[in-house]
């Protein structure tokens, strides 16, 4: 492992989309890239930290030097992010889907004359919710994300009271701001002393900003 500020400390990350079956052959997906949270898991890597990356089907491979568990659907990364704690940190960066389908069928559905199949959908689990009320063996520092495509500050402050978690990432990911599945971010933190407006930069300088203050929080500095 690599010498830095973060070596001993156990952190888990999450990224990616997840993907949420309908059929054998067919899913229902979102836009994210898993991009912000593989930049995050490198960036805590590189300050020493033992980085477990829960990561759903993302565009772009997963860091070296890290424990890369893969799955598929909510539920999978639920029940990987439970066996991965306990952490002294985590991150919360997927974009999980908030809802399944609830009957996935064992056969491809067919293509009927005249018919049109309709879904019905129940909700998923949300994990970063769980984990920040977790009253045993919480994380002591829980990090979410929150994707808005209006009133950021507002909607991301409500969430952090909401979910329970310590600190919220928060962005615009209206389609004008190229950020879902860009290069770069432009990032709020949201922590219990407010709000913190990051300039625009690229998403692995986010991922090292971020990395600097969780290492600040963790070892007390
Ligand atoms: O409620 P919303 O999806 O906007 O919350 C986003 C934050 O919650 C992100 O940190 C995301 O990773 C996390 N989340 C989760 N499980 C869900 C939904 C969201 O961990 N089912």
Known sequence: LTEGPLKGK????????????????????????????????????DLGADVSFVTGPADVPPPRGVRVISVETA???????????????????????????????GSKIKKEQGKLPVLEFSENPDILARVSQMMEGRPRLVVGFAAETDDVIAHATAKRKRKGCDWIVANDVSPATGIMGGAENAVTLITERGAEDWPRMGKDEVARQLAHRIADHLTGS
């Open 75 to 105: 539920r999978e990364m639920k029940a990987a992010v439970d066996a991965a704690l306990p952490a002294d940190a985590a991150v919360f960066a997927a974009a999980v889907a908030d809802w399944r389908v609830v009957s996935e069928s």
């Open 10 to 45: 156990h952190i888990l990350v999450t990224s990616g989309p997840t993907h949420e079956p309908i059929d054998p052959v067919r899913y229902i997906a979102n836009r994210s890239s898993g991009a912000q949270g593989t930049a995050i898991a490198k960036a805590l890597r």
